[in-house]
């Protein structure tokens, strides 16, 4: 059984930071590409940052620079770090374990609200 358990999520005001953590439990964590969506009220689901099992990462636009996506293989967990917050990051945060094309895994998701 996959399991995979955001937290991390609050509320923050605009220039904070928080941490967001994923814990994978089911899969071989460490040979699975891991990512993390978002998605704000009204709005698609949108790719936020992507971690591969060897540890390259890549960003969105709206990331870049401010968010780090990293994770820790023998947690079994993978963070985003998110500083400079601003308002229209707020959204509530997925986590993805990517399994193949066709098989991906999603968590509960948490929400972060980033107050003006």
């Known amino acids: 059984q996959v399991q995979l358990v955001e937290s991390g999520g609050g509320l923050v005001q605009a220039g904070g930071s928080l941490r967001l953590s994923c814990a994978a439990s089911?899969?071989?964590?460490?040979?699975?590409?891991m990512a993390w969506y978002r998605q704000a009220p009204g709005r698609q689901r949108e790719l936020v940052a992507t971690?591969?099992?060897?540890?390259?990462?890549n960003y969105a636009d709206s990331a870049k620079g401010r968010f780090t996506v990293s994770r820790d293989n023998a947690k079994n967990t993978v963070y985003l770090e998110m500083n400079s917050l601003k308002p229209e990051d707020t959204a509530v945060y997925y986590c993805?374990?990517?399994?193949?094309?066709?098989?991906?895994?999603w968590g509960q998701g948490t929400q972060v609200t980033v107050s003006s």
């Open positions: 993805n374990a990517y399994i193949s094309a066709w098989k991906s895994y």
């Open positions: 971690i591969t099992s060897g540890g390259s990462t």
């Open positions: 089911g899969i071989i964590f460490s040979a699975n590409a």
